[in-house]
């Protein structure tokens, strides 16, 4: 395939999901519930600057009232928690993000574990967690596995019984990703091999998928010869790389050579608007749940 035709438009399936969550908070705001977030940044991490302030535009899009909490670099992991739990106290909102990653000092496993299960829209509270290992109702996902999940559900591609490779085990795309898809579950069954820094034939396993997931961080990793023919191609990096050519001299590629994997794919996302405007879908999603399960 050589034209476009196999491209999964990730902007216009959450432009979707958008609709569908704007329908939910009219919901709540007839029974005067406006649903609230906070976002939490600690220091100046360029790309974390661009992604808060993305989803912080899209929640005040959807009526949701969001504002941004910009703490000092130096900020104590003590201070970061005592800050949790103000807004943890606090019944106007429903919704609290810390945006990873945090500086070294900070301990991520504590913030995270500090944040209320019932406001823990990133899905990354140990509670949660284990409640997407037992396949338990009433908790969280982590927005960018969901969105992943989302989108493969959306574009009608057949789950049950697919070897899926999932490249990268990190906690917060690799590992939960891997446990959506072998749930016993429709749009789950898949047969799941998770592939890291350490694995032995990473190209031999990805050659075998019918579907494969990057999301291990390595700029254009996955080239065609590793690709089946038809196979579906979920591209989750997003890696700043030298470019002279550029005026800032730097361009944003995926995991994946989209160039030439592009052809030989069944169905693959475009880098950017595959993946990206999906995570920001699933926060969205996860705050309403949120307001509508505080407020039952
Ligand atoms: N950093 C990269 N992805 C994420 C995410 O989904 N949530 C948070 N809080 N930080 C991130």
């Known amino acids: 395939m050589s034209d476009m035709e196999n491209l999964i438009d990730g902007r216009r399936i959450a432009a979707t999901i958008h609709d569908e969550t704007a329908v939910r908070v009219a919901q709540l705001k007839d029974k005067g519930i406006t649903p609230g977030l906070i976002f939490i940044r600690v220091g100046e991490d360029p790309a974390s600057k661009?992604?808060?302030g993305m989803k912080e535009r899209k929640s005040q899009e959807l009526g949701i009232a969001s504002s941004t909490q910009v703490l000092d670099e130096q900020t104590s992991q003590d201070q970061l928690l005592a800050i949790i739990r103000q807004h943890n106290a606090d019944p106007s909102i429903h919704g609290i993000l810390v945006q990873a990653p945090l500086p070294n000092h900070i301990?991520?496993?504590?913030?995270?574990?500090?944040?209320?299960?019932?406001k823990d829209v990133d899905g990354f509270h140990p509670v949660n967690v284990g409640k997407l290992m037992l396949h338990q109702p009433g908790g969280f996902l982590p927005c960018t596995p969901a969105g992943v999940h989302e989108l493969l559900i959306r574009s009608n591609i057949k789950l049950e019984g697919a070897e899926v490779v999932v490249l990268g085990r990190g906690n917060i795309v690799g590992k939960p990703m891997a446990a959506i898809l072998i749930q016993k579950a429709e749009h789950a069954n898949a047969t799941v091999t998770v592939c890291h820094s350490r694995s032995r034939d990473i190209v031999e396993h990805?050659?075998?998928?019918?579907?494969?997931?990057?999301?291990?961080?390595?700029?254009?990793?996955?080239?065609?010869?590793?690709?089946?023919?038809?196979?579906?191609?979920?591209?989750?990096g997003v890696n700043r790389i030298p470019d002279p050519s550029a005026k800032s001299g730097s361009r944003l590629v995926g995991d994946v050579?989209?160039?030439?994997?592009?052809?030989?794919?069944?169905?693959?996302?475009?880098?950017?608007?595959?993946?990206?405007?999906m995570t920001i879908a699933m926060l969205m999603k996860n705050t309403v749940l949120a307001a509508e399960q505080q407020s039952r």
Not at 107 to 118: M, Q, R
Not at 206 to 229: N, S
């Open 257 to 277: 050579d989209f160039e030439t994997v592009q052809p030989k794919a069944g169905a693959i996302t475009p880098n950017p608007g595959g993946v990206g405007p």
């Open 107 to 118: 301990d991520e496993t504590v913030i995270y574990s500090a944040v209320d299960p019932a």
């Open 50 to 52: 661009v992604y808060v």
């Open 206 to 236: 990805c050659r075998r998928a019918d579907v494969i997931i990057a999301a291990l961080g390595v700029p254009q990793f996955v080239k065609a010869d590793m690709v089946k023919e038809g196979a579906v191609i979920m591209d989750v």
